[in-house]
T-cell receptor, first 113, second 112 residues
Framework: AAGVIQSPRHLIKEKRETATLKCYPI?????VYWYQQGPGQDPQFLIS???????DKGSIPDRFSAQQFSDYHSELNMSSLELGDSALYFC????????????FGDGTRLSIL | GESVGLHLPTLSVQEGDNSIINCAYSNSASDYFIWYKQESGKGPQFIIDIRSNMDKRQGQRVTVLLNKTVKHLSLQIAATQPGDSAVYFCAENFLGSYIPTFGRGTSLIVHP
């Protein structure tokens, strides 16, 4: 079965640069979530979209923005990157926003030098 | 690469044993709970879920128990296999929220 696809899998940037992470949800899924996970940490919710509209906002820095496009894929744009932004970034998708599990991609490992 | 299990509570078991992973959740108003398994270098993978109107749910080799009185959730894995080695997270959905809050993970190590 098709899963959530994230690209790139690995990304190396320098401080103050920008980065764009992409997420392609499971076909027919209309809801996308972004999480950040530091080493040994649990995933921290950043932001979510339902039917191309922002639905919930978590601990996403003002330097980051995201959107969901007409084909339901989503992009997380990160600017003025800091060393502390080094982490795994996961995207998850679900069909609707009901009481159901989210399906996660395998993440993008972002390293800031 | 870095281990997701770094600095996490660890449970070590022998292959074939039963494993029990515990989770204390935070909000008495939470009405939906999920267990995820995360292998190194991969995203969390859904294992099993349970709603607050239930106290037990079984899947294939896994059972989730919910004790709302003490806000405790557990995941039981029967006949643990080396492939079960991973970090396990519980997550709770507060009433009215679509966003799960993850608990601290537990690293399960299964010895052959």
């Amino acid at each position: 079965a098709a899963g959530v696809i994230q690209s790139p899998r690995h990304l190396i940037k320098e401080k103050r640069e920008t980065a764009t992470l992409k997420c392609y949800p499971i076909p027919r899924h209309d809801t996308v979530y972004w999480y950040q996970q530091g080493p040994g940490q649990d995933p921290q919710f950043l932001i979510s979209f339902y039917e191309k509209m922002q639905s919930d906002k978590g601990s996403i820095p003002d330097r980051f923005s995201a959107q969901q496009f007409s084909d339901y894929h989503s992009e997380l744009n990160m600017s003025s990157l800091e060393l502390g932004d080094s982490a795994l970034y996961f995207c998850a998708s679900s069909l609707g926003q009901g009481r159901q599990p989210q399906h996660f991609g395998d993440g993008t490992r972002l390293s800031i030098l | 690469g870095e281990s997701v299990g770094l600095h996490l509570p660890t449970l070590s078991v022998q292959e074939g044993d039963n494993s029990i992973i515990n989770c204390a959740y935070s909000n008495s108003a939470s009405d939906y709970f999920i267990w995820y398994k995360q292998e190194s270098g991969k995203g969390p993978q859904f294992i099993i879920d349970i709603r607050s109107n239930m106290d037990k749910r079984q899947g294939q080799r896994v059972t989730v128990l919910l004790n709302k009185t003490v806000k405790h959730l557990s995941l039981q894995i029967a006949a643990t296999q080396p492939g079960d080695s991973a970090v396990y997270f519980c997550a709770e959905n507060f009433l009215g929220s679509y966003i799960p809050t993850f608990g601290r993970g537990t690293s399960l190590i299964v010895h052959p």
